[in-house]
């Protein structure tokens, strides 16, 4: 997935955590990091069908298969909220 160098840093700071699925607060706090990072940063857009797959190619093997789509899926969907209401209330 291509993402600017201080997107790419966050991403790989959420992602990178052995527990980036669960609903820690830490964990929490480290997406919704990438999440205002990207907003703020990022010049081209990125589909959550593309973060989804991301996701399930960095932890293919390592996780339950379908619990790994689970999770990828909620977080691709929970990002594509998050910007759609980022863009939608600037307007």
Same mark, same amino acid.
């Given at each position: 997935?291509?993402? @600017? !160098? /201080?997107?790419e840093? &966050?991403?790989?700071?959420? #992602?990178?955590?052995?527990?980036?699925?669960? !609903?820690?607060?830490?964990?929490?706090?480290? =997406?919704?990091? =990438? /999440?205002?990072?990207? &907003?703020q940063? @990022?010049?081209?857009? $990125?589909?959550?069908?593309?973060?989804?797959?991301? $996701? #399930?190619?960095?932890?293919?093997?390592?996780?339950?298969?379908?619990?790994?789509? %689970?999770?990828?899926?909620?977080? @691709?969907?929970?990002?594509?909220?998050? /910007? %759609?209401? /980022?863009?939608? @209330?600037?307007?």
């Amino acid at each position: 997935m291509k993402l @600017s !160098p /201080v997107c790419e840093k &966050m991403y790989s700071i959420w #992602i990178n955590q052995d527990t980036w699925y669960t !609903p820690h607060p830490l964990d929490k706090r480290r =997406f919704y990091d =990438f /999440v205002t990072t990207y &907003m703020q940063y @990022s010049r081209k857009d $990125i589909s959550s069908t593309r973060l989804k797959m991301d $996701i #399930i190619s960095k932890y293919k093997g390592k996780l339950d298969h379908e619990y790994l789509e %689970e999770r990828a899926e909620y977080y @691709s969907c929970l990002f594509d909220e998050l /910007v %759609e209401y /980022v863009r939608f @209330s600037k307007r």
